[in-house]
T-cell receptor, first 116, second 116 residues
């Protein structure tokens, strides 16, 4: 079964600095999708970035980028120029597609605090 | 275009009562996914529905839980005879078609169920 592990329950960063959140996963598939979601106190789940495994180029969305290491099954999120509004829970997720179904498998999350 | 609407936002039920959680997908979306988030945990998949069809209910407890997505109206997650362990945040996501790797699934703000 696919699993997603986030080894950092909490992280903190100074405003304007850079922080990296870790995520590892387990799968026997060769093609799949990985995601980072942000959950602020409002509880809304917001998609931050998406990576297709067959694409070797790391995905980037403005200040957010990933370091995707397929062989190591690692998918870390880098937030550059951190802003106060980045404070939230961040969840790494893997998309399982099988038997005509699809579902996201989430890690337990990392709580990011941004210090002014 | 309104986002995914879930209601109620908060629901309090006594042990043994029924809880009905509603999810109106985004306009034009015919695929709905329900997830449950326990305190300090990531989201866990419950069920995947298309209009009038249950595609995958492998994450749903066999007893007391049911879900539907009728031709008209919102998707409903029903929990009968609630117990304290059902207390959690329940999230709904919708997508226009299958393949969340290619088309983003949008999440609602969740319903926080408290069983007293």
């Amino acid at each position: 079964a696919q699993t997603v592990t986030q080894s950092q329950p909490e992280m903190s960063v100074q405003e304007a600095e850079t922080v990296t959140l870790s995520c590892t996963y387990d799968t026997s598939e060769s093609d799949y999708y990985l995601f980072w979601y942000k959950q602020p106190p409002s509880r809304q789940m917001i998609l931050v970035i998406r990576q297709e495994a067959y694409k070797q180029q790391n995905a980037t969305e403005n200040r957010f980028s990933v370091n995707f290491q397929k062989a190591a099954k690692s998918f870390s999120l880098k937030i550059s120029d951190s802003q106060l509004g980045d404070a939230a829970m961040y969840f790494c997720a893997y998309l399982v597609e099988e038997g005509g179904s699809e579902k996201l498998v989430f890690g337990k999350g990392t709580k990011l605090t941004v210090n002014p | 275009n309104a986002g995914v609407m879930q209601n109620p936002r908060h629901l309090v039920r006594r042990r043994g009562q029924e809880a009905r959680l509603r999810c109106s997908p985004m306009k034009g979306h015919s695929h709905v996914y329900w997830y449950r988030q326990l305190p300090e945990e990531g989201l866990k998949f419950m069920v995947y529905l298309q209009k009038e069809n249950i595609i995958d209910e492998s994450g749903m407890p066999k007893e007391r839980f049911s879900a539907e997505f009728p031709k008209e109206g919102p998707s409903i997650l029903r929990i009968q005879q609630v117990v304290r362990g059902d207390s959690a945040a329940y999230f709904c996501a919708s997508s226009p078609q299958g393949g969340q790797g290619r088309t983003e699934a949008f999440f609602g703000q969740g319903t926080r169920l408290t069983v007293v």
